[in-house]
């Protein structure tokens, strides 16, 4: 299990040295090891094998003690991923080797060693998360009540303020952190033997499982899952779901930087060059590369949903696509959190130019604020027709819409010119945005809690 990316120029922009450690061939090989070492020791434990056996083979499940290359070379040759670990580690523990890998099949290691592996990676994700919750807290709670234009179908609607846009984004990161660390709490160890009924331990299967998965810190399966991957699939959902949240905030991370806009953005580092022919530019790379990486996860993703009906009691076509898909995926996760933790660390917010942006319109943002005042008098329909003529008129003629509702009669018929005014206001016209913030703000410290 490793990153397949070979092109080591960008290859920090999209994973991090931390997670390919996780899952390169040192991780994947001491993931079986220890795999190993768990079913020795809790065989010796049983009494299923010698104790001694055990000590001595759970002493020899350090990857540092094999020949990475060597191993490579023989798995080639023999085309089986494990049959040389295996015989390596019986030729290292001598006379106890005998009893190494006592009742266990292929995929029993080499699943157990990659939810294993998982395990760290899921933590590294987790700890990601957490570090971009905590930076964006502080965030919302300071625009909480800072008015911005909100946005339907890329036009002007009503006012939102920029506390309630970041409290979506911890919304969705709280999920994913709570998905993710679900997942992690329910791993589960492989150990059914060749064909699921344990049958070479003789009625002792269900009590080396267990024992195993104890040692492992893992749940154990009563049922085997060798061929129902629903416990893979939950952990690729959950990177997806994780890299869903981020992909969106980089996208409305590019689309406030426009230059027309700028109302917040990416930090960017006097060293920063956003154009190899245009000096002034100032592009949002973090988040394009962060944008990328969510988009390349869900290609990764595809054949294990795509290839999950595995055949009869066990086989390989469907199998080894996790052993690439997932290690890819948590890769790319990696980098998406690496790339979020900068945004969200030196997040620049510009509250004068929400300020600009809300007065583009003309005043036409605050249409419902004023369409609901009059519907008390016209009714929403009744309302809805007079404003909608009045925000022509003003885009036609480049007005102020509060000017045109205070010359037209059906409106100051029903309106005072305070209640107009009133009605202009953005500040005045937030609804329930601070109560978001604060709903989001106090879901995430007590998920973070946890």
Known sequence: MGFGLNNKLVLDVFSTAAMRARFDDTAMLQGWLETERGLAVAQGELGIIPEEAARVIAANCDAKLYDLAALAGEILETGHPLVPVIRSLIRKSGEAGRFAHWGATTQDIVDTGAVLQCREGLRLVAADIRLVLDQLLPVARKYRDQPMAGRTHFQHASPVTFGKKVAIWIDDLTAALKRVEAVEAELTGQFAGAVGTLAALRGRGPETRDRMCSVLGLKSAEVPWHTTR????????ALLEYAAAAERIGIEITLLMATELQEAGEPISDKHVGSSTMPQKRNPHTSEFMITGARMMRGEAAPLIAHSAHSFEREMTCWAIEWVALPQMFCLASGIGQNLIHITDGLVVSPENMERVLALTNGQIMAESAMMRLADALGHEGAHEVMYEC??????????????????????EHLSPEAIAAAMDPAAYLGDSGIIVDAAVAAAEKAMKR
């Open 391 to 412: 925000a022509n008129i003003s885009s036609r003629e480049g007005r102020n819409l509060g000017d045109v509702l205070l010359a037209d009669r059906r409106v100051t």
């Open 230 to 237: 629903g416990r893979f699939r939950d952990i690729s959902n």
